[in-house]
């Protein structure tokens, strides 16, 4: 039966259809909305829901579907405005209606099922509503007083972010989505626009707050400030002028809740989670809450097992949407990384920033479009962006997949012996335009662990050359890179299966790095290397590039990541040095620089060399985004070719934000701000990911790890799968017979999460 007595505290649409659906599947429950303001009071103009929430709505409540499709206003098309040029996307789908008219609706469906709605009323407070109902649902907004108040329950985290919006409308229907970029004096503002009846459209000015002061809007009143961006955007809506309602210059506000429940008390919507408008969740998400809370309530057989279910169903959506969110905050945020871009580039960018849409998923909705942007990028005919060859010096790479470095912990006295044989054999016959080794360490104390390969040794050039030989030879057209690097004090530890980063029980060599500081507790505190000490090691450095030379490899990495001996320079909470190696960033690059100018003296010429770095170090006080530019333009202008752009592992304390493609916007900036190639690594999973992203401009090559280890042909069966069979990927002859795609069986759409019927 479930929870018979009912408070909703807040009547936007979330708390709304919560409380209809919950009323719609047991009548004689007594539920109650609570609204501060008036029924027609609200912020705001329109909403755009999606296909995917409205088929939940037409599972769950029929009527409430019907009277949305009623009101709806559909396009297809969104159009970029960049410098005087318009691209417009087709096929997106979208459907709006009035956010008054969406309450409306919901406040006439509430009453004909019995809901009680009191609007100008505060509501009592969760507690002292708790205490006599059975449910309390707490949809009280950004702002909500309910998570504030059991705030040591809920444990709220807010961000506020970087630019300032206004939420404004103008007396027309936009026949698209417009984003409309403006560069002023005062720098970059943007135009989001959108239709939500036949003669309104929904406007959105944001800029950075930075701009914003510089033009002046913090002294402005609201109707001076819409008046001053009907101006700046006065092309875009065609002279007209533009309206607010309630309006107010904002930051939006991330609000993220590690529990959703307290008691019998719930959060939905705005007041559990956030996303940010550009990727129009807000109202989708409050919506899609009421159906998962109404559904887990019917299905459960107590209240705390349906909020757990709720919770537990809910969360990992949100998660996503939210890093979606962030994603397309950010690229807002950064605009002005992209301007250069081409127009059309621009436009495919923009259109992809948040992950949601994609290379592959764009191409069905307007393959015109996106051929066009291939075009414009140089894609040979007929083949995906991630098949257009990338040149390094003299080294040109068929295509942009790298085989990323993999520690294997296989190696015998540093050794690499068939298995690694097997390993990188295997996947440089996979297709990928460059192999990469795992860490290949300059010295015996330079290893991570007893199982870690080395050249310091000629047995161990002679083992890495039959390598390389195999690969040159099966696999034509492959390129083979070694990573060369020091442990510093990450070394002296039990293989990765045994026990990652601990120390070995016996047998332990002693450790060097920046400062005499353990990785983590109990960790070996390893030796400060004196300045006169700096010398042997870069010598080692030298003598490993030698080796690897004439053992063949196409490309050298000098690791200056992950908390290794040359990261644990760069980075300040590694780097307590009082000398001219610690301190500033300027001095503590100082001896990874001498390390790449002492192997790039002895490095082919002809042969390109890349740096890894870790662009932030997930934790206070650590190696930014802001450093991690500076470190790439530094090691750019000492030769470097590109920069593998990974992160984290310095400290063992970090926090890293794990997620799709999550440390890719590290390397997007490097590149878009500095110009220097960047290699991006970090989730990337699907072959869409990397068209995406490399068609966008945000990386140049990407590097996958796991998903070479699931399937060490991973390159060959992304063009199969693409039906792409041109030079940027080959199979060899052996193999031919499998380059079709196996048949496989069909799989259904899910139902929708709620039916309830007519």
Partial sequence: MGPLRVAVIGGGPGGLYAAALLKRLDPSRDITVWERNAPDDTFGFGVVLSDETLGGIEGADPVVHAALQAEFVRWDDIDVVHRGTRHTSGGHGFAALGRRRLLEILHERCRQLGVNLRFRSEAPSAADLARDHDLVVAADGVHSATREAHADTFRPRVEEHRCRYIWLAADFAFDAFRFEIAETEHGVMQLHGYPYTGGDSTVIVEMREEVWRAAGFDELDVSESVERCAKIFTEALGGRGLRSNNSAWTAFRTVVNEKWSHGNVVLVGDAAHTAHFSIGSGTKLAVEDALALAACLQEQPTTAEALAAYEAERRPVVASTQRAARASLEWFENIGLYLDQPARQFAFNLLTRSRRVTHDNLRLRDPHFTEAVERDFGCPPGAPPMFTPLRLRDLTLRNRVVVSPMDMYSARAGVPGDFHLVHLGARALGGAGLVMTEMVCVSPEGRITPGCTGLYTTEQATAWRRITEFAHTQAPGTAVGVQLGHSGRKGSTKLMWEGIDEPLPDGNWPLVAASPLPYKPGSQTPHELATG??????????????????????????????????????????????????????????????????????????????????????????????????????????????????????????????????????????????????????????????????????????????????????????????????????????????????????????????????
């Fill in 533 to 758: 000490e700096l010398a042997n090691v870069r010598e080692q450095f030298t003598s490993a590039a030698l080796r690897a030379a004439d053992a063949g490899f196409d490309l050298l990495e000098l690791h200056c990541a992950h908390g290794y001996l040359l990261s644990g320079f760069l980075s300040p909470l590694s780097n307590h040095r009082t000398d001219a190696y610690g301190g500033s960033l300027t001095n503590r690059l100082r001896f990874p620089l001498e390390v790449f100018d002492a192997v790039r003296d002895v490095w082919p010429g002809d042969r390109p060399m890349t740096v890894r770095i870790s662009a932030t170090d997930w934790a206070e006080g650590g190696t930014d985004a802001h450093d991690a530019v500076e470190i790439a333009r530094a090691f750019a202008a000492h030769g470097a070719d590109a920069i593998d752009v990974s992160t984290g592992q310095v400290v063992a304390d970090e926090k890293p934000a794990y997620g799709r493609s999550y440390q890719v916007p590290f390397a997007d900036r490097i590149r878009n701000e500095t110009g220097i190639p960047v290699i991006s690594v970090g989730a990337i999973s699907s072959w869409d990911d990397v068209n995406s992203l490399i068609l966008a401009g945000r990386t140049d090559l990407c590097a996958l790890a796991r998903p070479h280890l699931y399937d060490p042909h991973w390159t060959l069966h992304a063009a199969a799968e693409q039906g792409y069979a041109g030079p940027g990927v080959a199979w060899p002859k052996p193999y031919e017979a499998g380059s079709r795609p196996p048949q496989t069986g069909r799989s259904d759409a899910p139902k929708p999460r709620l039916t309830l019927g007519g």
